[in-house]
């Protein structure tokens, strides 16, 4: 990060600094200043990409050894402490709880939030470890509770998971209860990059597991994933839903979007909604199933909405 000010400031260069900026230049300044800036930038950003290529390998010097040390440790200790909290899934036009989407968490403080957690499975290889834990507490709360028949249970899968034999295990715990779970494909890389991802995702419905692809308008998520998965579910990301009711752009997406959900026969979900203004335009919009901190904040137990409109 290269910051470029017109208004410097010694405050500000040392909180520049400490935020991770590499340099700090004053405005105007010669077109010189800058190009050498970034030649050390990328410089430096090759040698940070060899010595993180060097750490994930195990290999190298010693300081690369404890640093992979320190992160299998801090991993290991998180799984050892997951749980998982359980956010209510509303039906637009009836306002029951159809469900809960199940949502990892840890007490690691290094690993403070979900995507700490994913990083550092990706960086140790250990995607599987942490989608067998988390399927297998998700499992073991549904029992707890008494299998109830008539809830869906929205579980994360990253695409990696997709290559995890224990997954298509009939015996696996989540398995046992595949006709209320939805495999939610949340997309961290391009689902290019995931073979036989279509194949794969039919073995699993085969096996009684509904697909829903999350966080549609953010990311890699796009609509080449509803030919790949064909899922009976689509999430729309919260930043379509923040602040809809205020943006006709917004508005139009969602609607062609819920339009051709329709067609295809997909329920919609439209994630993040906060306010009872988001929450009337998406109702209007024809997205079918609701969630949000408006309508119910994750808790360690399954807790249903208790809003109403």
């Given amino acids: 990060m290269i910051l470029m000010t017109g208004l410097p400031d010694v405050d500000g260069a040392i ?17 010189a200043v800058l190009d050498a800036a970034l030649e050390r930038a990328t410089k430096l950003a090759a040698l940070a990409r060899a010595k993180r ?4 390998a195990g290999i190298g010097g010693s300081a690369a ?8 440790e801090s991993f290991e200790r998180a799984l050892a402490s ?17 469900g809960y989407e199940a949502l990892m968490r840890t007490r690691e403080p290094t690993m403070p939030s979900p995507s700490h957690l994913l990083d550092a499975a990706e960086r140790l290889s250990r995607i599987h470890d942490l989608g067998r834990c ?4 998700v499992a073991a ?9 008539d809830l869906l249970l929205f579980v994360n899968l990253h695409p990696a998971d997709l290559f995890d034999d224990q997954l298509f295990d009939r015996s696996a715990p989540l398995s046992r209860i595949s006709e209320n779970v939805v495999l939610e494909i949340t997309e961290r ?13 039919a073995d699993l419905r085969r096996r009684g597991f509904r697909v829903a692809i999350d966080d549609l308008g953010a990311g890699y998520a796009g609509l080449t994933s509803f030919a790949t998965f064909e899922p009976e579910i689509v999430k729309l990301d919260m930043t379509l839903v923040r602040n809809i009711d205020s943006s006709a752009i917004k508005r139009l997406i969602v609607g062609r979007i819920a339009g051709l959900c329709r067609d295809l026969k997909m329920r919609v979900v439209a994630e993040g909604i906060e306010t009872e ?9 024809g997205c079918e199933y609701l969630q949000g901190y408006l309508l119910g904040r994750p808790a360690a137990e399954p807790t249903p909405s208790g809003f109403h409109w």
Avoid: N
């Fill in 141 to 149: 709360t549904f029992e707890r509770l008494g299998g109830a028949r």
């Fill in 189 to 201: 890389s391009a689902i290019g990059d995931v073979g036989d991802a279509r194949g794969r995702a």
């Fill in 82 to 98: 997951l749980w998982v909290a359980f956010q209510p899934i509303v039906d637009g036009r009836t306002q029951a709880t159809i």
């Fill in 15 to 31: 909180e520049a600094m400490d935020l991770g900026a590499l340099t700090y230049i004053k405005k105007p300044f010669d077109p």
């Fill in 53 to 56: 290529e060097v750490i994930d």
């Fill in 277 to 285: 203004k988001e929450l009337a335009c998406m109702v209007e919009l």
């Fill in 65 to 72: 050894s404890s640093e992979r040390a320190a992160l299998t």
């Fill in 134 to 137: 988390v399927r297998g507490h």
